[in-house]
């Protein structure tokens, strides 16, 4: 299937990534203007800062001349979280402000040229450990950010604009490693993957989804 990335404009903030140089490289693939941006990218932006993220996106727009998605996929990876401070109320918070906050203040600019446009594809990368009580810094973040989510979605429904996040479960980026589907494992091109169809032109009624690669919460009945 086409998705229609062809002549797209693409932000990847946290596009130096494992999940986002490999969505910077889909997308490419797909004939859509990918532009990686992190602290050590040549578009340099720092999501924790706003002024960073508003001179980065018109910067894009200036170069390109439109934004049709943003990707955020630059917090750091739950591994980087520690188990020691994992209920410590300093360490939640600056777990929810690393992510869901981050995530926000990007969109938040974004969706200023895209109502502008009339239409754009917002995509916030999140995580299992959302349904998960292992760690509370962890479950935070990633809880804090789906809500995020789905109130810009539906803030902006009718408006040509999604916004959606992907879900996965533990991420294998080696290209030969086992892959344990059992476990709920996923692979980093499988995310690249979904978070290219969100940004489709084609997914103009899927907005406020959050969307699991990976076997979704094994062995949790969800409401």
Do not use: C, W
């Given at each position: 299937?086409d998705l229609?990335?062809?002549g797209?404009?693409?932000?990847?903030?946290?596009?130096?990534?494992?999940?986002?140089s490999e969505v910077?490289?889909?997308?490419?693939?797909?004939?859509?203007?990918?532009?990686?941006?992190?602290?050590?990218?040549?578009l340099?932006?720092d999501?924790s800062?706003?002024?960073?993220v508003?001179?980065?996106?018109?910067?894009?727009?200036?170069e390109?001349?439109?934004?049709?998605?943003?990707?955020v996929?630059?917090?750091?990876a739950a591994?980087?979280?520690?188990?020691?401070?994992?209920?410590?109320?300093?360490?939640?918070?600056a777990?929810?402000?690393?992510k869901a906050i981050?995530?926000?203040?990007?969109?938040?600019?974004?969706?200023?040229?895209?109502?502008?446009?009339?239409?754009?594809?917002?995509?916030a990368?999140?995580?299992?450990?959302s349904?998960?009580?292992l760690s509370?810094?962890?479950?935070?973040?990633n809880?804090?950010?789906?809500?995020?989510?789905?109130?810009?979605?539906?803030?902006?429904a009718?408006?040509?604009?999604?916004?959606?996040?992907?879900s996965?479960?533990?991420?294998?980026?080696?290209?030969?490693?086992?892959?344990?589907?059992?476990?709920?494992?996923?692979?980093v091109?499988?995310v690249?993957?979904a978070?290219?169809?969100?940004?489709?032109?084609?997914?103009a009624?899927?907005?406020?989804e959050?969307?699991?690669?990976?076997?979704?919460?094994?062995?949790?009945?969800?409401?």
């Amino acid at each position: 299937m086409d998705l229609k990335l062809g002549g797209q404009v693409i932000l990847v903030v946290g596009g130096a990534g494992t999940i986002g140089s490999e969505v910077v490289k889909l997308l490419t693939e797909e004939g859509a203007t990918a532009v990686a941006a992190s602290r050590s990218t040549p578009l340099s932006i720092d999501a924790s800062d706003e002024a960073s993220v508003r001179a980065g996106i018109d910067q894009v727009i200036a170069e390109h001349g439109r934004l049709d998605g943003l990707v955020v996929s630059s917090a750091p990876a739950a591994q980087t979280l520690s188990a020691e401070t994992a209920d410590d109320p300093d360490t939640v918070l600056a777990a929810i402000e690393g992510k869901a906050i981050t995530f926000m203040k990007a969109a938040t600019v974004a969706l200023e040229k895209m109502r502008e446009a009339g239409h754009g594809r917002i995509v916030a990368l999140s995580g299992m450990n959302s349904y998960k009580t292992l760690s509370t810094a962890a479950s935070a973040r990633n809880a804090a950010l789906n809500v995020v989510v789905k109130n810009l979605a539906d803030r902006h429904a009718g408006t040509g604009i999604t916004v959606n996040a992907i879900s996965p479960g533990f991420v294998v980026a080696e290209p030969d490693a086992e892959v344990n589907r059992a476990n709920g494992d996923t692979t980093v091109g499988e995310v690249a993957q979904a978070i290219a169809f969100l940004l489709s032109p084609r997914t103009a009624s899927i907005s406020g989804e959050i969307i699991s690669v990976g076997h979704k919460a094994k062995g949790v009945i969800l409401p």
